[in-house]
């Protein structure tokens, strides 16, 4: 909430945009981030329009340089050690959930942390039609964007004095944007032991 408070709106722009296309930014806030400023643009400290243009405009921009990067690194980004930065497994998971579901990873991975990074570029690498992968961006974008934004300003709106809750309302949130990897970790695992 300090940090958006600070920052305003080129902060948020500038995290979503970090998240979605630069290595290091799978260990930002975004669903939190998106949903807190949501809460804050219910109390006007933030104008709700240049919340989801803006927001939705950098996390489009975004995943294009992730696909990009992927794009011209290739194959290379495999055989790369980890670092502080970059770790193998974040790639590998990425890839996985690729060719489990597709292009419509572009979409889904929007919605889940660590993926959410690595998923454009899994698509630069694997060479996906540019214009396949720009509609699906798009569209992902977007939902993810306006789900998340809307989320805040509509609890914001509904429930008084949400400055209260905010605290356990985006531990909430956290834990519920890694759910999905949870999941399909646990099936993996039930797989592998049959």
């Not at 240049?50 to 340089?65: E, F, Q, R, S």
């Not at 889940?112 to 974008?141: E, Q, W």
């Not at 949130?173 to 990897?181: D, E, H, K, N, Y």
Request: with cysteine; hydrophobic share 55%; charged share 15%.
């Amino acid at each position: 909430m300090f940090l958006i408070s600070a920052t305003g709106l080129f902060g948020v722009w500038a995290i979503v945009f970090a998240e979605s296309g630069l290595f290091f930014g799978f260990f930002l806030p975004g669903d939190s981030l998106l949903f807190t400023a949501g809460l804050l643009a219910s109390q006007n400290f933030i104008n709700i329009y240049g919340l989801y243009i803006g927001t939705a405009i950098a996390a489009i921009v975004g995943d294009n340089v992730g696909y990009y990067f992927g794009k011209r690194v290739g194959l290379a980004i495999f055989t790369k050690d980890d670092s502080l930065f970059f770790n193998k497994k974040n790639v590998a998971r990425a890839q996985l959930f690729y060719e489990e579901h597709g292009v419509k990873t572009i979409i889904l991975a929007r919605f889940i942390p660590i993926i959410r990074t690595f998923a454009p570029i899994v698509a630069g690498v694997g060479d996906m039609n540019y214009r396949k992968f720009f509609i699906y961006n798009c569209v992902g974008g977007i939902l993810w964007v306006v789900s998340m934004v809307s989320a805040g300003y509509v609890l914001g709106r509904v429930v008084p004095g949400i400055d209260k809750y905010i605290l356990p309302i985006i531990f909430g949130i956290i834990i519920l944007s890694f759910m999905p990897a949870i999941f399909h970790v646990m099936k993996n695992r039930k797989v592998k032991k049959v």
